[in-house]
């Protein structure tokens, strides 16, 4: 069986290892099935080959594809290059590849799609989200409930369904929560990775990071802990099961 490959986006130890383990621990992914590379602390390997994985995994992060290129920090922007390198091949093989959040926009962009702050940025809370038409059909989908809460906390969004995509969820804040491009790539805006207490560590560990008020910190945590959010991880489940542990691609 080929591994998983989990690229990861963010600087900080405690909020990268905590992502690693809820990709883990909601994808019910074991550590010799998966692959993982922090971008943030270096390029991958001269020898990488996307042929010795069976799919690729792109977590979060606190960088945004419609950053200030002049302004940017430039090991995200380095970080999110190789993501976008990657792409072509990804798309030409239809290979199967999962991103959440950061990785909804890198995916757009690369299509060609309208992502940026203008509008459709989320606050930090578990949202209603829900299953298109489309989405209903798509096995990573099909029989989970037609709306559903969703954890979000973003400030960048994609602002139309791009060209060559499939919308599979929306939100009423933001109305591109999830797509599909060809067959096996697939973006959330969401973190199907997430509970409310891997969210919990994220308002604490991005206190300071502009996604809300320092003072509302407190509240959010609270708001998060209360929350019972479980419906996403299992299309993280079923991404990890139709194209990991069976290393199976559905058909064009």
């Known amino acids: 069986m080929k591994p998983a490959l989990i690229l990861q986006l963010r600087p900080e130890d405690e909020a990268s290892d905590g992502e690693y383990r809820a990709f883990l621990d909601k994808g019910q992914l074991s550590e010799g099935a998966a692959v993982r590379h922090r971008l943030e602390a270096g ?15 792109v977590g979060g992060g606190p960088g945004c594809v419609s950053d200030d290129p002049a ?13 976008l ?17 950061a990785g909804i926009g890198i995916l757009a ?14 606050p930090v809370s578990a949202v ?36 060559g995509a499939t919308l599979l969820m929306q939100g009423r ?34 206190r300071g990071h502009g996604y809300f008020a320092p003072a509302e910190a407190d509240a ?3 708001a998060v802990l209360a929350t019972d959010v479980t419906v996403p991880e299992r ?9 990991v542990k069976s290393n199976r691609r559905s058909p064009a």
């Not at 390029?43 to 995994?57: C, M, N």
């Not at 390198?85 to 959040?101: H, N």
């Open 85 to 101: 390198a990657l792409l072509p091949d990804i798309l030409a093989r239809d290979m199967p590849f999962l991103g959440c959040c």
């Open 235 to 243: 299309i993280l489940q079923r991404f990890v099961d139709r194209f």
């Open 173 to 206: 804040a933001c109305p591109v929560q999830m797509i599909r491009a060809k067959s096996n790539v697939y973006a959330t805006q969401f973190h199907p990775e997430a509970d409310g207490q891997v969210f919990a560590d994220r308002i604490r560990i991005y």
């Open 128 to 163: 209603p989200a829900q299953v298109t038409e489309a989405g209903r059909d798509d096995p990573l989908l099909a029989g989970l409930p037609e709306t559903f809460d969703v954890l979000v906390g973003h400030k960048e969004a994609v602002q139309s369904v791009p060209e």
């Open 71 to 83: 302004t940017r920090d430039p090991v995200e922007a380095r970080a999110e290059a190789e993501i």
């Open 43 to 57: 390029p991958l390997p001269q020898d990488f080959d996307l042929g010795d994985y069976s799919a690729v995994i």
């Open 220 to 222: 959010l945590t609270e």
């Open 109 to 122: 962009h690369h299509l060609g799609g309208d992502v940026s702050k203008a509008k459709y940025g989320e």
